[in-house]
């Protein structure tokens, strides 16, 4: 792709709908089927999952997709019992929205109702960001930023990253949020005026990730301030952190409901 | 004693780790045999948790002992102990008096991660940077052990910014461990994850120094190149990132990046980075900036990029076999200038050596189950950063100890000196210029 041809093209953003799509060659989101879940299969991807996403517990069995790293192995070793998701419309404002579950006796999905809306003050035409990274590895980060890229560019939607949380609308945190951090990102919030939002990116961000259980770490950014979406990816695409933007301002739905798309 | 200062005067210090009561010294030695193994030497140093300190003559070691301290080692002779990591340890930062002092962060203002920085300034001159790290600590090397290979990969890919380079180096630091090497096929296709990964993290390098200077042509460029690049590694390896493609005994998957394209994206390169190297903004506000001398950064244990500005010409590369006819990028000057000619060359290399390994790849399996047993190794591989270390001993399986130096922790270092005698306002383009991984340094 040349100069030239970006002159002739006008632009290289992308159009949304193709932002919101997983590409084709990569694995999307993991989803159970629930006629596939065979004891075999629960017992296998209990101890296949490296990120301990699968769990059992009084006939029910879940998927936690903010454990999920996206390495794709469940349903290439056990198709009959997960599937895939090939979209990043995952963002939720309820943290439970995030664990699939399935009734064993029953054979279904559990059904927890509507998710909330967030807040409607945050229903802002413009929305000025402050990222702050509490033990991230820098990866979710490094997405982030490249939401302005040129072929992202989240600035036609009205979102742009601030210098000073006293002028920041929104408050973007990755990584578990490690102990010598928490202190600075409560400040960090405090110094926001109101109406603010905050939107924890990233597994580790939503309840510590790999990092759940180190004495180091305090496994999610709403132990520390209180969370207005939750966006899961090892780290999340930019189409999904985009997703929680849109969400958190009112102009995208949730389409995750007890962890599947509806 | 004395063999090992004569050692860390022909030589470089590579890692300082514990070793049960006792802590154990790696160091490089120049020469050596292509190839050959023989390039590192150990001393076992101390006893009951004391160790003569040897920071006071050889400063590169300084954060190792420091570290060792917070873990409950006793450098003795240390000539200043202070915390690295620990927050809850008392730290006092060094003061001037007559000095005016400029405290920056943790949170900054950009999209970064989070650092303390304390300037002393003269006027509008740095006199001295005083960095005070640890925000990003979250105890990784102390979940590893006891966990199998599978398990603790995971946090390895997280013990820096460059996923692929630790993976990597952990793969074989297991094989090493077993007397094992993984097929040939998966051996290839981790270089060119790689030097994928390498290209893409310098171009976020020159990126990035192009927005600080305000360039927005060559940073908008660059970033769109960047995205592209990203997709093909996305397309080899399944994460954005290179994450969950290596495994102990191979690689997980094999996909299909577009080879023309990559060749494209390097002709496209090729054009481009020379002309924006030259523009006379980005010489104006680049050259002479933030130097790094070449005695600085041999006494100080500078790796990577930053001490091949420097004049330092030392690659891990050269020694891997696979690598044809490799040869180091190496600049004279040390500046921002400097480091930035040696990403752009470099980038151009890397994309070279990832077409390479991608065109020739052997024929063979993707992955082999290596044999039980146990043992231990260090493994050493080059990032884009510098070079990443990993000591692990296994035994039935499981980690019985393992220890990782990201090449950042060696080289936050260089940007104390390299900002002393700038404009305070030039720090940011310093930093960008390293561009140093904070999470790296406080594994």
Redesign the interface.
């Known amino acids: 792709?040349?100069?030239m041809h970006t002159l002739k093209v006008g632009r290289?953003a992308r159009k949304l709908e193709e932002i919101l799509k997983v590409?084709q060659?990569?694995?999307g989101y993991p989803l159970l089927k629930p006629a596939g879940l065979t004891p075999r299969a629960r017992e296998g991807l209990i101890h296949l999952c490296?990120?301990e996403a699968f769990a059992e517990a009084e006939g029910i069995f879940s998927l936690d997709l903010a454990r999920c790293?996206?390495?794709?192995?469940c349903a290439l070793v056990y198709p009959e019992a997960v599937g895939e998701m090939r979209s990043l419309e995952v963002a939720v404002t309820r943290k439970e929205d995030l664990v699939q579950r399935v009734d064993l006796k029953r054979g279904g999905f559990l059904d927890p109702g509507p998710p909330p809306f967030p807040r409607t003050a945050l229903r802002l035409p413009t929305l000025a960001l402050r990222?702050?990274?509490?033990?991230?590895?820098?990866?979710a980060?490094?997405?982030?930023?490249?939401l302005g890229?040129?072929?992202n560019d989240m600035g036609r939607f009205g979102f742009q990253?601030g210098?000073?949380?006293r002028h920041a609308d929104a408050l973007l945190v990755t990584?578990?949020v490690?102990?010598?951090?928490a202190e600075?990102l409560r400040r960090?919030y405090e110094a926001m005026p109101e109406p603010k939002g905050v939107v924890a990116v990233g597994n580790e961000a939503i309840s510590g990730g790999?990092?759940a259980?180190?004495?180091?770490?305090l496994s999610g950014v709403d132990r520390v301030v209180p969370v207005d979406v939750y966006v899961p990816g090892?780290?999340p695409?930019p189409g999904a952190i985009l997703h929680g933007l849109m969400l958190l301002v009112g102009r995208m739905t949730q389409r995750l409901v007890e962890g599947v798309l509806r | 004693m004395e063999k090992v200062r004569e050692a860390l005067r022909e030589g470089r210090p590579v890692a300082l780790f514990p070793y049960g009561d006792r802590v154990l010294l790696w160091v490089e030695r120049p020469g050596g045999q292509k190839g050959a193994l023989g390039l590192t030497e150990t001393f076992l140093l101390g006893e009951r948790r004391r160790f003569p300190s040897l920071a006071a003559e050889f400063p590169a070691l300084d954060w190792f002992e420091r570290a060792l301290w917070e873990r409950g080692f006793e450098p003795v002779g240390h000539p200043g102990l202070k915390p690295l990591r620990r927050h809850d340890l008392p730290y006092t930062f060094r003061e001037f008096p007559l000095l005016h002092e400029v405290p920056v962060g943790p949170v900054h203002a950009g999209i970064i991660e989070p650092g303390h920085f304390r300037f002393s300034v003269l006027g509008e001159r740095i006199v001295n940077l005083e960095i005070r790290l640890g925000y990003q600590h979250r105890g990784l090397l102390s979940l590893i052990p006891g966990k199998g290979a599978e398990a603790a990969l995971l946090l390895v890919e997280r013990a820096g910014s460059e996923p692929v380079a630790h993976a990597m180096a952990f793969a074989e630091v297991w094989e090493r461990a077993l007397g094992w090497e993984a097929p040939s096929r998966a051996q290839y296709l981790r270089r060119a994850a790689l030097e994928l990964e390498r290209a893409f993290g310098h171009m976020g390098h020159l990126a990035g120094l192009f927005t600080d200077i305000g360039y927005a042509y060559g940073a908008t460029q660059l970033g769109r190149i960047r995205a592209l690049l990203q997709g093909e590694l996305d397309r080899l390896t399944g994460h954005r990132y290179g994450r969950n493609f290596l495994r102990v005994g191979g690689v997980w998957r094999e996909g299909q990046p577009d080879l023309e394209a990559i060749a494209a994206y390097r002709e496209e390169l090729a054009r481009l980075l020379p002309r924006l190297l030259k523009n006379p903004q980005v010489l104006d506000r680049m050259r002479y900036v933030g130097g790094v001398r070449r005695a600085e950064a041999l006494a100080l244990g500078f790796v990577g990029p930053t001490a091949r500005a420097s004049g330092v010409g030392r690659d891990l590369r050269q020694d891997d076999p696979l690598y044809p006819d490799f040869t180091p990028v190496v600049r004279q000057g040390g500046d921002v200038l400097s480091r930035a000619q040696v990403y752009a060359e470099e980038t151009l290399k890397a994309l070279d050596y990832a077409l390479f390994f991608l065109r020739h790849l052997p024929a063979g399996p993707l992955a082999l189950d290596p044999p039980p047993g146990e043992g231990e190794a260090l493994v050493r591989v080059e990032a884009g950063r510098g070079e990443v270390v990993w000591f692990v001993r296994v035994q039935a399986g499981k980690v019985v100890m393992a220890e990782g130096v990201d090449p950042s922790f060696k080289n936050w270092r260089a940007l104390e000196l390299a900002v002393r005698g700038e404009g305070l306002p030039d720090f940011p383009l310093c930093n960008k210029s390293f561009d140093l991984s904070y999470a790296g340094s406080d594994l």
Not at chain 1, 131 to 139: C, H, I, M, P, Y
């Open positions: 792709m040349s100069l290289l590409p060659h990569a694995f490296p990120g790293v996206g390495c794709g192995r990222e702050v990274s509490a033990g991230d590895t820098g990866l980060d490094s997405e982030v930023a490249l890229n040129p072929f990253v210098a000073s949380p990584g578990p490690s102990r010598n951090m600075a960090t790999v990092f259980g180190s004495p180091q770490v090892d780290p695409r």
